[in-house]
């Protein structure tokens, strides 16, 4: 007996055991999506800015597709698209904001969208930090490789086009509603775990006895002899 009740009373005083058994199993972490796709958006960038700097350093320009697309290697000390070109510094500190921000959050991360999101970010921001910690003229004043130039658009490389594509989908999960966390603002989530099975309706319930035979009438008994 005093089993049992230590096993109630630790039962009852437990509100995630509680919150589990009445919304079911907690959605899992999603913190290894986007670890893998910000490795991945992080290879890419740091990839093709080593081979567009020992191919296209100090040549010309490589047009493609009739002149859409051309590859162009240029020192951008500015933000994405060579915005705040001189800013370097404060660009600097603003990307290590970011990535203490994003992995600050991934601590409540259950949604796959928000962390392929994130990830994009991540990856970007990390990429274009790499440089402007490592590359000339200075620690924290380096200058980011852009490679990627299309007709009436500044130069850019994979990791702003990580950052722009988590930008416009953060925009996106927003506007529908989405948190990071999986649930939905003003309704149900669509990664939310289902709800207990509704019960089916029950048919009519069958009369008792008594019920039954209490509209049937009484035989009078017999009179005595």
């Avoid at 290894?32 to 910000?38: D, H, Q, R, S, T």
């Avoid at 994130?118 to 990390?126: D, M, S």
């Avoid at 490389?157 to 950052?163: P, Q």
């Amino acid at each position: 007996m005093q089993t049992t009740r230590g096993t109630s009373l630790s039962d009852s005083t437990n509100p995630e055991r509680e919150a589990g058994e009445s919304t079911g199993s907690p959605r899992p972490r999603r913190v290894g999506v986007l670890v893998a796709v910000a490795v991945a958006a992080l290879a890419a960038d740091i990839v093709s800015k080593i081979i567009v700097v020992a191919t296209l350093q100090d040549r010309e320009p490589v047009r493609l597709l009739g002149g859409l697309l051309t590859l162009r290697e240029t020192r951008n000390s500015g933000a994405a698209f060579s915005i705040g070109t001189g800013y370097t510094i404060v660009f600097t500190v603003i990307a290590c904001g970011v990535v203490v921000a994003i992995l600050r959050t991934a601590r409540n991360l259950r949604s796959v969208p928000w962390a392929v999101c994130l990830g994009l970010l991540l990856g970007g921001a990390i990429g274009n930090l790499i440089d402007r910690l490592l590359r000339e003229p200075a620690p924290l004043k380096g200058h980011v490789v852009d490679w990627i130039q299309l007709p009436h658009w500044p130069v850019f490389n994979l990791a702003d086009s990580a950052i722009v594509c988590g930008g416009v989908l953060a925009v996106l999960l927003a506007a529908r509603g989405l948190q990071v966390d999986g649930t939905r603002i003003g309704g149900d989530g669509g990664e939310d775990p289902p709800g207990p099975p509704r019960e089916a309706e029950a048919g009519p319930e069958p009369k008792d006895d008594s019920e039954a035979g209490a509209g049937e009438p009484e035989t009078a008994p017999e009179e005595r002899a």
